[in-house]
């Protein structure tokens, strides 16, 4: 078992420019979740998807992020422009819808705004 | 919205020691606790949980305590190595909605 895909693991860009992160959730996973962490906030939630359908989307930011998830096995988290205030490390985590069961959490993508 | 508090933020103990980190909780629809750690540079990793149906929980050096009236669970680390040295997350989850605590910076001296 790969494990929660993401790339690129860092990127850093300039202010203004447009950001997409990208995640791959572990085969057979039905649910997929966007975290940014802080120092100062931690983890927060932004987005999580069902079968493809976004369910809550009210931890993003601002009208600047927007999450996608065109199929199963495939998500991305786009900023556009980035800000400064956007740098943090951003993670992507998937579950089975089955039962209660935990995330599972990719390795992140630090992201660095200049 | 709901909180879930952690404490300590920082905590030292010495090698073989045990280290203990306390979650409160305010969502009484919260029948799922996970515990992650996260080294440097990775994610959290899932290193035990625990459903509401159950008061203890234990996996070799590591045991959860679950109190659902007082809504809080407690992460109890027994022989600390330094490898257990790392950040720690509790997490409270209910349908559709998990929350993390801030977190613990545990180091574990040799």
């Known amino acids: 078992d790969a494990g929660v895909i993401q790339s690129p693991r860092h990127e850093v860009t300039e202010m203004g420019q447009e950001v997409t992160l990208r995640c791959k959730p572990i085969s057979g996973h039905n649910s997929l979740f966007w975290y940014r962490q802080t120092m100062m906030r931690g983890l927060e939630l932004l987005i999580y998807?069902?079968?493809?359908?976004?369910?809550?989307d009210s931890g993003m930011p601002e009208d600047r992020f927007s999450a996608k998830m065109p199929n199963a096995s495939f998500s991305t988290l786009k900023i556009q422009p980035s800000e400064p205030r956007d740098s943090a490390v951003y993670f992507c985590?998937?579950?089975?819808?089955?039962?209660?069961?935990?995330?599972?959490f990719g390795p992140g993508t630090r992201l660095t705004v200049l | 919205g709901e909180n879930v508090e952690q404490h300590p933020s920082t905590l030292s103990v010495q090698e073989g020691d045990s280290a203990v980190i306390k979650c409160t909780y305010s969502?009484?629809?919260?029948?799922?606790f996970p515990w992650y750690k996260q080294e440097l540079g990775k994610g959290p990793q899932l290193i035990i949980d625990?459903?509401?149906?159950?008061g203890e929980k234990k996996d070799q050096r590591i045991a959860v305590t679950l109190n659902k009236t007082a809504k809080h669970f407690s992460l109890h680390i027994t022989e600390t190595q330094p490898e257990d040295s790392a950040v720690y997350f509790c997490?409270?989850?209910?349908?559709?909605?998990?929350?993390f605590g801030a977190g613990t910076r545990l180091t574990v001296k040799p």
């Open positions: 985590a998937s579950r089975s819808l089955a039962s209660t069961d935990t995330q599972y």
């Open positions: 997490a409270t989850q209910s349908i559709n909605d998990m929350r």
């Open positions: 969502d009484s629809a919260s029948n799922y």
């Open positions: 998807f069902n079968n493809n359908v976004p369910i809550d």
């Open positions: 625990i459903r509401s149906n159950v």
